[in-house]
């Protein structure tokens, strides 16, 4: 390489945007930008955890009720397949930046993916389809069971907070699948250095916020209440 090239590669370094200072500037902005945006969907998922507190507090029994029509088993399995998710989202970012080679980095990206394809295809094949046959899908042919009582109305509207809740995550899950594609490909061309690692970086944030919201999602529908209820399945 002859020294104009060395001084170019040395000006514009690999994923260098013209608009910044160095490549610093760039990474913090980067950084900033997807904080802002974790920002606003904490707010949005907020109001629906709000939400879902209040009408619990209203009507403890029918919540309870509705969280033991719920299959633990999947819950606890899919927290622990995203909590791995995490794990291996780090080591691709940590693969980066110690210089290890581009398969290394797809590899644990793929793996990613195919973790958080397994938390979806749990959760539409297993736990949803279970709620569609057992009738306690709002929307689809909801049926209340006698041994719910008065409490019937109450039990729906907290099957309708566990569809909008767990389906809003679902979709930040196929969002994330995207972007991991997205990812992959990049590292396939050889995108990331030790210098350039950011889109990585932000990608994680990402998914970490998603694996969080679970984490929360978890124990407010699934564990959280006392013995109301008198029967599940």
Same mark, same amino acid.
């Given at each position: ?34 904080? @802002? ?7 949005? $998922? #907020?109001?629906?955890? =709000?939400?879902?507190? +209040?009408?619990? *507090? !209203? ?5 309870? @009720? ?7 088993? $999947? #819950?606890?399995?899919? =927290?622990?397949?995203? +909590?791995?998710? *995490? !794990? ?31 938390f979806l295809f749990l959760k539409f094949r297993f736990e949803w ?105």
């Amino acid at each position: 390489m002859s020294d104009l090239a060395v001084h170019e590669h040395e000006a514009n370094p690999t994923g260098f945007a013209h608009q910044f200072e160095d490549l610093e500037q760039q990474h913090d902005a980067g950084r900033l930008g997807m904080w @802002i945006f974790l920002a606003t969907e904490i707010l949005f $998922f #907020g109001g629906m955890f =709000t939400s879902y507190t +209040i009408y619990r *507090s !209203l009507h403890p029994a029918a919540f309870d @009720i509705g969280s033991h029509l719920l299959e633990v088993k $999947f #819950g606890a399995t899919n =927290t622990a397949v995203l +909590i791995c998710s *995490s !794990l291996t989202m780090a080591l691709s970012i940590h693969s980066a930046q110690t210089g290890k080679r581009k398969g290394t980095i797809i590899g644990w990206l793929i793996f990613t993916m195919l973790l958080g394809a397994t938390f979806l295809f749990l959760k539409f094949r297993f736990e949803w389809y279970h709620d569609w046959l057992e009738h306690i899908m709002p929307g689809f042919g909801f049926v209340y069971r006698p041994e719910w009582g008065a409490n019937g109305p109450q039990v729906q509207m907290f099957m309708c907070f566990y569809f909008f809740l767990t389906g809003l995550h679902a979709l930040h899950m196929i969002v994330g699948l995207g972007i991991l594609t997205v990812l992959v490909i990049m590292a396939a061309r050889g995108r990331f250095t030790t210098q350039y690692y950011v889109p990585l970086e932000i990608s994680g944030l990402y998914w970490h916020f998603v694996d969080i919201v679970w984490i929360f999602l978890f124990p407010l529908l699934y564990l959280i209440g006392g013995r109301y209820s008198t029967g599940g399945h």
